[in-house]
């Protein structure tokens, strides 16, 4: 299958040497960028390897609205806000690389009614799910820390399934798009949802992840087939080969999604009010008949915010081995 292509062309020439550089470092980047100083250039080069993308300057984009190109051409202003309608979608060209190709990537997902392919990784994509019924355990801080770790390795998405996730407050994002957006993306049936994924994606420490929902209400309209249909786009569509979920009881299919993970790590405690939470859940497991999630569960416990890194670090690793 041919490899995605961006076209970046603009009178800066070390601007575009730059941009290209940048984007392409990337371990399989979702597009391969090329970038050209003049038009000629541009216009020899795709005629035999078409750009599915051209960022270009104002002047150039003019120039080449004469020639017969099929890619999304989108323009590069230096003009941060713009008094009149543009004839093509603008892109401020003085931010970093990150934050142009987030925005050509929406705007391609929007735009395009092609899918990007299939899976650019060969094997199943691993589910590990971090839960416990018990509050104030350090969930998400074992989960990131895991995480982290794994990424350094293998390809890691991290999504909080989490009512009120404080997220929006630790990692503040510029842009504000969520995984509110990218489920009402999938349920409009578009087809290009791998560039609409990278449009959205952020990372805290190395850690790929998904902006998490800001407000409950956001997560209570996401059904269990919504789910489903997302991992299955992950799996299909994109370059993870893990997927973590940091999950709660405001999921929609809370055990069934429990009892699809390949592995369960649950935070607990020893005392006595701990352990009858504990034991109600584990009956409630038994009538559901669905006690294979407790076979797949490792409880841990942790005494302090070093020895939950540890555990995540050590874990990390072991799993980067699979």
């Known amino acids: 299958m041919r490899k995605k292509q961006i076209a970046v062309c603009d009178e800066e020439s070390d601007y575009t040497q ?31 390897h078409p750009a599915d993308i051209l960022l270009l300057s104002k002047n150039i984009a003019g120039e080449l609205a004469k020639e017969k190109q099929t890619g999304q051409i989108i323009c590069l202003t230096e003009e941060e806000y713009q008094e009149e309608e543009p004839e093509y979608p603008v892109i401020y060209k003085y931010q970093s690389c990150p934050q142009i190709l987030r925005k050509a990537y929406a705007i391609y997902a929007e735009r395009t009614p092609l899918s990007l392919g299939t899976a650019r990784h060969l094997g199943e994509m691993k589910r590990i799910g971090v839960f416990s019924p018990l509050g104030r355990m350090g969930k998400t801080g074992f989960a990131l820390s895991f995480g982290k ?40 049936g578009k087809k290009a949802f791998a560039c609409k994924l990278e449009s959205i994606i952020r990372q805290v420490g190395g850690l790929d992840y998904i902006p998490p929902v800001k407000l409950p209400v956001e997560l209570k309209d996401i059904e269990e087939k919504d789910w489903e249909e ?81 555990y995540g670090k050590i874990e990390g690793k072991r799993w980067s081995k699979h």
């Open 18 to 48: 730059r941009f290209a550089r940048y984007a392409n470092r990337y371990r399989e980047p979702l597009f391969m960028v090329h970038g050209y100083s003049d038009m000629e250039e541009l216009l020899k080069d795709t005629k035999e």
């Open 230 to 310: 997302l991992f299955t786009a992950l799996e299909n569509e994109s370059r993870y080969e893990f997927v973590i979920l940091d999950l709660s009881f405001g999921v929609n299919g809370l055990f069934e999604l429990l009892e699809r993970c390949d592995k369960i790590y649950m935070p607990v405690a020893s005392d006595e009010t701990a352990r009858a939470k504990l034991g109600q859940y584990q009956d409630t497991l038994k009538l559901l008949e669905m006690q294979e999630i407790s076979e797949k569960t490792e409880e841990i416990t942790f005494s302090g915010i070093e020895q939950m890194e540890g």
């Open 149 to 188: 770790e794994l990424a350094k390795q293998r390809r890691v998405l991290y999504l909080n399934m989490e009512e009120f996730s404080g997220f929006e407050t630790l990692y503040p994002c510029e842009g504000g798009q969520t995984l509110s957006e990218l489920m009402y993306f999938m349920k409009q």
